[in-house]
């Protein structure tokens, strides 16, 4: 499954992103399709590394890895592989199968590849030869990658791959994906194929009308002829994945099981992302002061090191936790657990009104809504889809995770047992919220039932690392990319926003400042007290008087009731553009409290010590916990906005998704702030 | 639109047709009728489960699993019901018994 490797891409990007059907005309295209759990992206990262970009087929949603293959050692200029979205056959009706159907045929905006790489799994070869004999009858240069001969090998299927090119026409080669074994003589193989550009004639041709009994019977005679080894492999019991099935898939064991994985999940992700975060705020913090202490006194320093550094430093601290997170589920991925846990989801996910399929928009709007609203298109029912889109911006997205980390280490300072159960609790909550909002919905505008779900379950494998460090780094990258471009932008004129229009320091201030100058020789430690009231006093006039103050205090009525002040509701604002601003909003308005413990500065020890107008503390527990409520269900993504109403046809759509969830969250906010002050707890 | 696979009463010489749903796990069965629509029954072809293709049943009750040559295809309780099968006494064709 490939279900949780959409990148989290913005849809603004998506004209600068490079399309397939641009590619410039010199460079050869070799396309690579296969069924899915079959190694192809193992196969296509073996054969491209880390050189690969992301891409987006035109007219559609669904994106493509386009990696570059270099093929000099054998004489050819380097070669585009565009690597398919994976399908069980060509003619499906699942848009999966439509965007390899449209490309290998070459059908406009696309133009044909030259030749294509067809990867299919040596220990279910009957059932991927269905999907080489469509191929075939495309007429194409074509080579097939047999893959999981390893596997094959050990379970003593013997395939004879000097026949099975006979019958099929086109040259096959045995590959291990994992290992890396096969990779240069497939290699060979692509440059050759380029370079005859010969069609394949296969032996035993297969049918060229889509019929599929005669598809089956063509699958099975090439099988009959090429393969050889005990009859009935692989259809005896095998007990250890019999008993996992078993296990996973219990009615109530399956439940927690994956309570128990997704919570061991978030909290390796929370615990172990602390020592690289540590790291990077101190990293920025020397930057901060290397350029303070360089640059000349003005706006340009203001700018740079309020502004600029301090606002990437606010997001890039979390490039840790994307990538664990990335990391981790890729792994999980490897191992085939999740199609389990899809089927797990699926009992809980039809009571809601919602179909199996939408486990995999839902998953992946953990990453980001963006892909996950997307892969809805996966499903075919259009109430299905429409019910699936309005709720999966709910899911946590990985933009939350700072302001979660931020918040709930603030609820739970030094308690990261705690942390990681209110962490856990936010992902319930927002997951929770989804699915009482489907069945709402479900009962009332979008009335019907939902699909039936069917789906391969993978072989159990144990995970590859390397695979799981390119979905790292590939998340991490489209992570910082967004970090490099909007958040920055936004930083800046938040910046702006907060920093101008600079004021004289208000009456009180000066007066305090010429009190500390004249104790500054008989009592140094009251003046240096006063001074430092003296600088706060003038700071948070200075920001309330700013263009941000003044929005915030236009818009704090709507948010005092949920305990928020001025500051928090600018942030709260800001956060409406993108979620993870929040963080480096906060660290760019609220000034450093110069009492708090140096050793623990920081963005998070800067927003613990913020203050409120009235010297009181901003972030008391309940003003925390009710903005963490807020963050979990509010609608603060422009873009999702935007593609909810691409995807749904209509800005009305949008303008429900809106309404309903901050309504929600304001409801659910101003819930959890008086009924924890209630309960004692302010 | 509810599309029939094959004839889905039993053939001569088998035993009866039956619902995926009455089998026990651990036996091996036929597959009748699926009375899908045609998109799922087009998955299901893609994933190797067609109209007489033999297969075992591993996992009885919600999902339902069943294993089809090398493939384990995991199905809701409600394709489960759909699903008319009748039992196989495992002399299949040759090419079923392969893994493949
Ligand atoms: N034993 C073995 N495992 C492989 C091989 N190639 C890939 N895998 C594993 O098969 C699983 C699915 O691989 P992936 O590339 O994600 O498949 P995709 O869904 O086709 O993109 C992963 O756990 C891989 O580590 C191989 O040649 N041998």
Known sequence: ????????????????????????EEAATVALLGNPNTGKTTLFNQLCGLRAKTANFPGTTTDAQIGRLDLKSDGRADVDLVDLPGTYRLRLDLPEARVCRDVLEGRAPYRSPDGAVVVVDATNLARNLYLVGEMLAVGRPTVVALNMVDLAQRRGLSLDTAKLSRFLGCPVVPVVARRGTGVEELHRAIAEMLRTRQSPDPEVPPPSEPDFERLAAWADEVMERSVGGPRAVGQGADTVTERLDQAFTHPLLGILVFLAVMGGLFWTVFSLATVPMDLIELTFEGLG???????????????LVEGVVGGIAGTVVFLPQICLLFFLISLLEDTGYLARAAFVMDRLLCRFGLPGTAFVPLLSSHACALPGIMSTRLIPDRQDRLATILVAPFMSCSARLPVYVLLTGLLFADRPFLAGLAFTGCYLLGAGAALISALIFRGTLLKGKSRPMVLELPTYKLPSFKSAIYSATHQGRAFLETAGTVILAICIVMWWLSAYPQVEPPAVAAELAHQAEQLEHSDPEAAAALSTQAQRLASRHAQSRSFAGRIGQTAEPVFAPLGYDWQLTVGVLTSFLAREVFVSTMAVL???????????????????????DDG?????????ASCLVFFVLAMQCLPTLAVTRRESGSVR?????????SGLAWIFAFVTFHGLRMMGVS | MDTRLANPSPTVGSETATRLTDLRPGCRARLLAAHLERDDLALLHALGLAERSSFRLCKAGDPWIIQVRGTRIGLSQHVAELL?????????????????
Not at chain 1, 289 to 303: F, I, K, N, V, Y
Not at chain 1, 590 to 612: H, S, W
Not at chain 1, 616 to 624: M, N, V
């Open chain 1, 1 to 24: 499954m490939t279900m949780l490797e959409a990148p989290a891409a913005e849809p603004a990007e998506s004209d600068s992103t490079p399309s397939i059907a641009t590619s410039p």
């Open chain 1, 289 to 303: 002061g290397w350029l303070e202490s360089t640059l000349p006194d003005g706006a340009l320093r203001q700018l």
């Open chain 1, 590 to 612: 609220l000034e450093t409290d110069p009492d708090a413990d140096p050793d623990e500065r920081g963005v998070i020890a800067e927003v613990r010590a913020a203050r409120r």
């Open chain 1, 616 to 624: 009181s503390r901003l972030f008391t527990p309940a003003t925390a």
């Open chain 1, 653 to 661: 759509w949008a303008a429900l998704q809106l309404i309903w969830m």
């Open chain 2, 84 to 100: 008319q099968v009748e039992m196989d006494d495992g002399a299949g064709s040759p090419a079923d018994d392969h893994l493949g």
